[in-house]
């Protein structure tokens, strides 16, 4: 069974930074692709960004695109996600997910594990 627990969100000024982690249990997901994904209130489910399992190769939404950046740690099972110049319509959950590719996440629906959520509310 594999768990994975969002951290570090919170309440942050426009402009602002922050910067979430995400510790995996039960098993490694070092042979699995990991990202983020966020869901506003009122708001289907959107990808955010995406990392191979080597930390190779990363992927982003263009709304996020040159103000977050993904990472991962497969030594301690953890991805992380650098948040910079937030604005407003950042806020959102943010959802830790695994899958076997960057382009299950991107999907969403091929997401194999998720994480229950992290709260980032930017101010304005």
């Known amino acids: 069974q594999v768990q994975l627990v969002e951290s570090g969100g919170g309440l942050v000024q426009a402009g602002g930074s922050l910067r979430l982690s995400c510790a995996a249990s039960?098993?490694?997901?070092?042979?699995?692709?990991m990202g983020w994904c966020r869901q506003a209130p009122g708001m289907e489910r959107e990808f955010v960004a995406a990392?191979?399992?080597?930390?190779?190769?990363?992927s982003y939404a263009d709304s996020v695109k040159g103000r977050f950046t993904i990472s991962r740690d497969n030594a301690k099972n953890t991805e992380y996600l650098q948040m910079e110049s937030l604005k407003p319509e950042d806020t959102a959950v943010y959802y830790c997910?695994?899958?076997?590719?960057?382009?299950?996440?991107?999907?969403?629906?091929?997401?194999?594990?998720w994480g229950k959520g992290t709260a980032v509310t930017v101010s304005s």
């Open positions: 039960g098993r490694t997901l070092s042979t699995y692709a």
């Open positions: 990392i191979s399992w080597s930390g190779g190769s990363t």
């Open positions: 997910a695994a899958g076997p590719n960057k382009a299950t996440i991107q999907n969403i629906y091929g997401v194999d594990y």
